[in-house]
């Protein structure tokens, strides 16, 4: 089984710095993907950025880059440069890969960010 | 990325009543699809998984007979919640995978279901 977890109360970051989301992981998979996603308060859950278990270098996708330290199973989310819009829920997800149409998503309990201005 | 549509984005319905969303992929073709259900605060719970042109898979404890799921073609799939009572008030979210061996899972806007 898999499991997510998001340990970290709600985060306060200032504006134009930079905040690291903490998520671990648990699987005995070998071939996993690891995924955030955003949710604003509107409710829409956009996806950030993705990790491959075989992936050896982190995923950057502008602000956003995952430190992935399979080691360790740990795939934290770090924002550069927070902005205002920044703020919302995140949640760490993964998923076993080449399994079949329809293996699922594992959530975590997600992680409120708030930006001060 | 890929466009998931969800619709409608808000319903409030009578006790009773049934209600349905759709869920569509609009650049893709999704091969499964994924209904989710949220509580306020909380992470999203998978309710089912369906594939085109065959039965979907519930999650334990979830009625079947209570949330109708039918994926009818590769960028449509439907939740009917059936005879809706005010505990199936909700956010439900759907998502949205292509086939292929594609990684990326690409949800919809939701939709907030108030039932008086």
């Known amino acids: 089984a898999q499991k997510i977890t998001q340990t970290q109360p709600g985060m306060f970051v200032q504006e134009k710095e930079a905040v690291t989301l903490d998520c671990t992981y648990d699987?005995?998979?070998?071939?996993?993907?690891l995924f955030w996603y955003k949710q604003p308060s509107s409710g829409e859950m956009i996806f950030l950025i993705y990790?491959?278990?075989?992936?050896?270098q982190n995923a950057t996708e502008g602000r956003y880059s995952l430190n992935f330290q399979k080691a360790r199973k740990s795939a934290n989310l770090v924002i550069s440069a927070s902005q205002l819009g920044d703020s919302a829920m995140y949640f760490c997800?993964?998923?076993?890969?080449?399994?079949?149409?329809?293996?699922?998503?594992?959530f975590g309990k997600g992680i409120t960010l708030s930006v001060r201005p | 990325g890929a466009v998931v549509s969800q619709h409608p984005s808000r319903v409030i319905c009578k006790s009773g009543t049934s209600v349905k969303i759709e869920c569509r992929s609009l650049?893709?073709?999704?091969?499964?699809m994924f209904w989710y259900r949220q509580f306020p605060k909380q992470s999203l719970m998978l309710m089912a998984t369906?594939?085109?042109?065959?039965?979907?898979?519930?999650e334990q404890g979830v009625e079947k007979d209570k949330f109708l799921i039918n994926h009818a073609s590769l960028t449509l799939s439907t939740l009917t919640v059936t005879s809706a009572h005010p505990e199936d008030s909700s956010f439900y979210i759907c998502?949205?995978?292509?086939?292929?061996?594609?990684?990326?899972?690409?949800f919809g806007p939701g939709t907030r279901l108030l039932v008086l």
């Open positions: 998502s949205a995978r292509a086939g292929g061996g594609t990684v990326g899972q690409y």
């Open positions: 699987t005995s998979d070998q071939s996993y993907g």
């Open positions: 990790q491959g278990s075989y992936d050896e």
């Open positions: 997800a993964m998923r076993e890969l080449y399994t079949g149409a329809n293996s699922k998503l594992t």
């Open positions: 650049d893709f073709q999704a091969t499964t």
């Open positions: 369906s594939n085109e042109g065959s039965k979907a898979t519930y």
